[in-house]
Nanobody, 122 residues
Framework: VQLQASGGGLVQAGGSLRLSCAASGRTFSSYAMGWFRQAPGKEREFVAAISRNGGTTYYADSVRGRFTISRDNAKNTVYLQMNSLKPEDTAVYYC????????????????WGQGTQVTVSS
């Protein structure tokens, strides 16, 4: 599967952005999806993940209550709605896919998009 992330940009603290990740192929519903981020000089970290049918979601403690992951299997797209953004949310955001059950670990994901930059100014 090929993944294309979009929707990043520059926003002031307290603002919102919605990231999208479009997947190619006809088997999108067989993939659990995740969002990860990587800030300069830091390791890539988990942000949110969603199961194949959207019934199960996981969030990092740092974003729980502010970010919402969702998916539309008919459109082969996963979303990350980000509200109440903080400067520490600044990073390149990546979407990723894995076959099987949803997971939080970076190394469990097999397919990655190219990333989209999110910058939050104070």
């Amino acid at each position: 599967v090929q993944l294309q992330a979009s929707g990043g940009g520059l926003v002031q603290a307290g603002g919102s952005l919605r990231l999208s990740c479009a997947a190619s192929g006809r088997t999108f519903s067989s993939y659990a999806m995740g969002w990860f981020r990587q800030a300069p000089g830091k390791e890539r970290e988990f942000v949110a993940a969603i199961s194949r049918n959207g019934g199960t979601t996981y969030y990092a403690d740092s974003v729980r209550g502010r970010f919402t992951i969702s998916r539309d299997n008919a459109k082969n797209t996963v979303y990350l709605q980000m509200n109440s953004l903080k400067p520490e949310d600044t990073a390149v955001y990546y979407c990723a896919a894995r076959t099987g059950v949803v997971h939080k670990e970076v190394l469990r994901y097999d397919y990655w998009g190219q990333g989209t930059q999110v910058t939050v100014s104070s």
